[in-house]
């Protein structure tokens, strides 16, 4: 059940702690004055609502459970350094504060991956798992050469796969270089969109990313190089057997392998200005669901 308490009776800004009926924990701040443009964070989803009383409504709402110790403390930092502030200025300062905490919330500690990169791994396990179901376990093992910064993460001998792990529901996919989409022409490359939502520690229901990586290690058990492979490439993407991936929990939502074709939406380094030396952009799902086209054993080898 959902709701929301003032933070900081004793202040004069308008904090509160809610938690919405998913569940979802964020700090609210309630202005009189328009806040500006909101800054982009992977970490936490901000709204501004203009209210019928005519104050603004600043909405700070966390998207990854894991964090959830860290977004408290950022929470009580934001709350108690705006009591020096000029209540016209605190939307301003919320978001230069957090614009500092980005790197913590998107971070992991010394011994594990950050929550973003964690993700993203995560994905291309997923397709891994998938993989193992068409072809055999070294071939499948072998292809997986995202540990090791190939510009695909999978690269059979006739197929290459580009995989993304999205938030459920995502409308968008980020591609973060040319190079991910624009392979030589008659290449067959797909792009995988793993669509995932990250649930409470505390849930029964879900997967952690230990619990994937056994599922794997056992299907690849009779195949003994085949598993020192792919613990190789487990330990290359900075995955090591910590107490922490026990306790992050993900649900599996989704998986979709699209055709990058001539005509798929994607940027070519030959439409790219001379002078430009990196690009990264989003593509909207939707505009793919004309190319869904699934793997089967006919691809790859």
């Not at 309630?30 to 936490?44: H, K, N």
């Not at 992991?108 to 396990?125: D, F, K, N, Y």
């Not at 001539?262 to 430009?276: A, D, H, L, M, Q």
């Amino acid at each position: 059940m959902g709701g929301s308490r003032r933070v900081n009776e004793e202040r004069g800004h308008d904090f509160y702690a809610s938690v919405n009926l998913e569940g979802q924990r964020g700090l609210l701040l309630i202005s009189t004055d328009e806040p500006p443009p909101a800054p982009d964070f992977d970490a936490v989803q901000i709204t501004i609502v203009h209210r019928p009383d005519q104050r603004w409504l600043l909405s700070i709402w966390l998207k990854e459970p894991v964090l959830s110790s860290i977004f408290a403390e950022l929470c009580q930092n934001l709350v108690d350094a705006s009591g020096i502030i000029e209540a016209k200025h605190v939307p301003a300062f919320v978001f230069s504060r957090l614009l500092k905490w980005r790197r913590l919330l998107e971070a992991g500690s010394l011994e594990t991956l950050g929550i973003l990169a964690l993700r993203g791994l995560i994905g291309e396990l997923v397709v891994l798992k998938h993989c193992l179901s068409i072809w055999p376990p070294q071939v499948s093992v072998d292809a997986w050469v995202g540990p090791f910064h190939a510009p695909q993460d999978f690269a059979f001998p006739q197929l290459l796969i580009e995989t993304k792990a999205v938030m459920r529901a995502a409308p968008t996919v980020r591609i973060s270089s040319v190079e991910q989409l624009d392979v030589p022409e008659g290449t067959d490359l797909r792009l995988a969109i793993v669509s995932l939502a990250p649930i409470a520690p505390q849930s029964s229901s879900g997967f952690s990313p230990i619990a994937l990586v056994n599922e794997i290690r056992e299907a690849l058990l009779a195949e003994p190089q085949a598993l020192a492979d792919f613990e190789s490439r487990l330990s290359s993407a900075g995955f090591a057997q910590h107490e922490d991936y026990e306790r992050i929990r993900f649900r599996f939502e989704d998986l979709r392998f699209y055709a990058v074709e001539e005509s798929f939406p994607r940027i070519k380094r030959t439409n790219v200005p001379r002078g430009i030396t990196t690009v990264s952009y989003e593509i909207s799902i939707g505009s793919c669901e004309q190319y869904e086209k699934e793997l089967d054993n006919r691809n790859g080898c």
